[in-house]
């Protein structure tokens, strides 16, 4: 009985590390974070914003996109506007930026969706 018990400890121990393993390396985990501070660097050097503010600082020229991430949670729409603004919302204003390496698209959607 004991034996058994103990058993059950050990297997619940395991199951648990299992899942602690698991949800660390998903969703909000370290790689996320790291992809979404590239993207903040690039969301400067690539030049966003000069037509953007954020948090107080940017241009006017586009919306300001401090809370983007509470309307827009999608990073495949973030990709896709930024490849090409006007298939997105016809009529936009905004540069095509899908000369970017998917690698920095990636990265500035990750950043943009962290804004809410
Ligand atoms: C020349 C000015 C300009 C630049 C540079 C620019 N944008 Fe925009 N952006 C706009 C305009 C104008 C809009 C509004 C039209 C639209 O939604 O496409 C917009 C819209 C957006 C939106 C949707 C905002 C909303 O609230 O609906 C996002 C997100 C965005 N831009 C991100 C970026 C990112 C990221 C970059 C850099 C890779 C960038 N923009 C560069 C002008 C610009």
Redesign the pocket.
């Known amino acids: 009985m004991s034996t058994n018990t103990s058993m059950k400890t050990i297997i619940l121990a395991a199951a648990l590390t299992v899942l602690c393993v698991s949800c660390g390396s998903q969703g909000k985990g370290g790689g996320d974070s790291a992809k979404a501070s590239e ?1 903040k660097s ?2 400067a050097k ?7 503010k954020v948090d107080g600082v940017g ?1 006017n ?5 401090s809370h ?1 991430g509470s ?2 949670p999608d990073t495949e729409w ?1 990709v896709r ?2 490849q090409d ?2 298939k ?2 016809p ?5 095509a ?1 899908g000369s ?1 390496p998917q690698s920095e ?1 990636d990265a ?2 990750a ?2 969706v962290t804004l809410k």
């Open positions: 993207g690039l969301f690539a030049g966003c914003q000069g037509c953007h241009g020229a586009g919306p300001d996109l983007v309307r827009l973030h506007h930024m603004p006007g997105v919302r009529g936009s204003a905004m540069p930026f970017l698209l500035l959607a950043y943009l």
